[in-house]
């Protein structure tokens, strides 16, 4: 009788133990994760499509300061910030890990060439960074993220920081489909400009042998071309996008 007494002692012990365990377990799940000082963790960029597709980016920071940035046809237009819970960034850091973005492909191939692309980055360290390229045919795991990150820029509460001024016709002087580019070093051109090569974007030439700007064509009947230098303007591959210009015209000489 003592011997049974004994043992229904120990197991309540363990009982109790185990429950404690699992508790402390649920807990350490729910702990923030250290994201170091305050840095980009996730931007999306919505890209440009053959109709008026909104055209945006949104970056949300380590510490839950968010920045908007509206261009063309999206509700807000102009810079914006707001706060979100860092509870909020945590759960998007966790779920990026989750659904194994960084071994993600670059590009997912499309169906459809006029879909308009997202592009999502993803830095869960200061020196390290992915990102990935696609439309509607991206698997669902990360649509789903797309999804939550686009609620984060749909959503209230936003404050302007600058406006955006309405786009006015381009200059004559400009050459409507030739844009000057300097990309950023260790940038594989080629790969970059196959990932657009729905715009008709394509090498025209090197502006001079042994510099770094180059001069860009593309099918101003697939984007306009203020979308098409918005687009390379925000690439993080870009580090400059001008239209090129012809001299002659806007000095007024034949």
Known sequence: MKVYSILMVLALFLAQDCNNRTTDNSSTDDTTVDLGEKRILIKMQKNPCFGKCPIYDISIYTDGYVEYNGQRFADKLGKYSKEIPTALVHDLYKEFNTIGFMEMIEIFPTKLPDLPKTRITFHPDAATKHTVVG??????????????????????????????????????????????????????????????????????????????????????LKINPSDMLLLLKDSEEVEIAEFNKQLNNRNGRN
């Open 135 to 220: 439309d509607k045919y991206r698997p669902e795991e990360l649509l789903a993220l797309d999804k939550k990150l686009t609620d984060i820029a749909n959503s209230e509460g936003w404050t302007l920081l600058e406006k955006k001024e309405n786009s006015k016709n381009l200059p004559d002087y400009f050459i409507r489909d030739q844009i000057i580019t300097k990309f950023n070093k260790d940038i594989d051109i080629p790969t970059y400009i196959e990932s657009h090569k729905q715009y008709g974007l394509d090498i025209k030439k090197r502006i001079a042998p042994k510099s770094d700007l180059w001069l860009l064509t593309f099918d101003t």
